[in-house]
């Protein structure tokens, strides 16, 4: 299994929930093919989720990282530079509270 830094996690304009990890590479865009929801975002160089509906941003987060995980065999992590982008109060406090509940 590979192991990538988080370079960033956003909120896109669009609401969707990007993770940008520091490796990028071809195999990455067949993370679709789970039907979960979660697409590699070519120009963006991250993985994406679907348009959100009942899902917050924290759901979504971890829902990324596991599917990328099983499906491409990428295992993304938070470092103490990873950045936070979002016009989201609190976006940063709680994707870090949700990458505790990944590891618990």
Do not use: N
Not at 24 to 45: D, F, S, T
Not at 51 to 73: F, M, N
Not at 74 to 102: H, N
């Amino acid at each position: 299994m590979e192991t990538s830094r988080i370079l960033k996690v956003a909120m896109l304009e669009d609401g969707r929930t990007a993770v940008f990890p520091e490796s990028r590479k071809a195999i990455y865009q067949y993370v679709y093919r789970e039907a979960a929801g979660v697409y590699w975002e070519q120009e963006l160089g991250c993985f994406v989720s679907t348009p959100p509906r009942e899902w917050t941003p924290q759901k979504w987060y971890k829902h990324i990282l596991a599917i990328v995980r099983t499906s491409v065999g990428l295992q993304m992590v938070l470092t103490p530079e990873t950045e936070y982008e979002s016009k989201k109060a609190g976006f940063e406090e709680s994707i870090k509270q949700a990458d505790q509940e990944l590891w618990r």
